[in-house]
């Protein structure tokens, strides 16, 4: 796996520091053998397919079990369970789970891979960034060209800024932010360690209007977006601003590309919502919710704490907390499926009386 096109050459770990890092237990025949493989050094990671002689790769699924035979890796971090599949002498780390400790170690080698990077590799206020004279710039704030910061805007300590981002006036980041290239943030109080990806739109118009005999009249929206500590704002998600409460994303919760999050929602702590998700307005989310790829959520509902929503289905209702719910409109996941599999059998019924009427037609005379 090649990794110096776009983030720098990680530094070698040895498989003693690989076993240190991950909580893994390297595997050895004796006192010899232990010395040995823990001075071994890795230079990157790759998959069992691509991984070479100096890089680490995993395996914790019977989906790929059979290809340890062939695996070329210098090392290999697995279970219990699949470990006698490995080929002799290759340097194994035992692990519960075998994929957190890979990316534990992963993490450790490739940190610049956790966010958007400065684009223009300049620190400080780069040449061409419009930042506002009112505009409060702790010391350790980078910001490309082609940004644009208003007045009245604080930004903490180590965040990045990237090339064409716009922060509107009077905007709060905390530290330790980074806000990805085009993405603009307005009208928005962002905590410390937040992400926001490329073309992400942050506290835009909430869609609000009252119909009339004259048209459609606009409401003004006059909340705000509240982004909590840790939180991750995928590339071309919108979040729309309250109309007068405000719309949160509560701590450490991950938004994917493509999301739209519309005002006054309230989503909890450490909740994972994936592409191309719609919630409606005023809807809240419980901590440690899930909501899987193209789930549409009505407005004004409540999804409980720990509640999972299954991919392409319709929440039009309140969601119980911790239960699995999925189809649409959504329901208990074993109704859900009874319903799919009762649907099928009716089909096939009915196609086979197709099939016995067509057989059943003699000549006509």
């Known amino acids: ?175 330790n932010c980074a806000v990805g290239p085009g993405a603009s943030v307005i009208h928005a109080y962002l905590g410390n360690g937040v992400i926001i990806h490329a073309g992400a739109r942050i506290g835009s118009d909430g869609f609000g209007y009252q119909p009339s005999p004259a048209g459609h009249v606009k409401v003004p929206q006059l909340g705000r977006v509240v982004v909590q500590d840790n939180a991750e704002i995928g590339a071309n998600t919108t979040i729309d601003r309250g109309a007068i409460t405000d719309t949160v994303i509560g701590e450490g919760s991950k938004i994917d590309n493509l999301v739209q999050i519309a005002h006054n929602v309230v989503i909890g702590r450490h909740c994972i919502v994936v592409s191309q998700t719609g919630i409606s307005g005023s809807t809240t989310l419980g901590d440690f919710v899930m909501l899987g790829g193209q789930v549409g959520v009505v407005g004004h509902v409540t999804i409980g704490t720990g509640a999972q929503i299954a991919a392409s289905s319709n929440v039009k209702g309140d969601v119980p907390p911790g239960v699995r719910w999925g189809g649409s409109p959504a329901k208990p996941v074993r109704e859900w499926f009874r319903e799919v599999a009762t649907l099928k059998r009716i089909a096939a019924a009915s196609a086979r009386r197709g099939k016995d009427d067509e057989e059943g037609e003699g000549p006509q005379e």
Do not use: W, Y
Request: aromatic share 6%; charged share 20%; with cysteine.
């Open 1 to 175: 796996m090649s990794h110096d096109l776009f983030f720098p050459l990680p530094e070698p770990m040895t498989l003693a520091e690989v076993a240190s890092v991950s909580g893994a237990r390297l595997v050895a025949s004796g006192p010899e053998e232990a010395a040995a493989f823990g001075a071994r050094r890795i230079m990157g990671l790759g998959t069992l397919e691509t991984a070479g002689p100096d890089e680490l790769a995993f395996c914790d699924s019977f989906l790929f079990a059979e290809k340890l035979g062939n695996v070329r890796a210098g090392a290999l971090i697995t279970s219990e369970r699949f470990a006698p599949k490995a080929p002799p002498g290759l340097p194994l780390l035992i692990a519960a789970r075998p994929a957190a400790a890979f990316l534990a170690v992963s993490r450790r080698m490739f940190p610049a891979a956790l966010r958007p990077l400065p684009i223009f590799g300049h620190e400080g206020v780069a040449p061409g960034a419009q930042v506002h004279p009112k505009a409060r710039l702790e010391d350790g704030v980078t910001v490309d060209p082609g940004a644009v910061i208003g007045p009245g805007a604080e930004i903490g300590a180590g965040t990045v800024i990237c090339a064409g981002a716009i922060i509107g006036p009077n905007v709060r980041i905390g530290r």
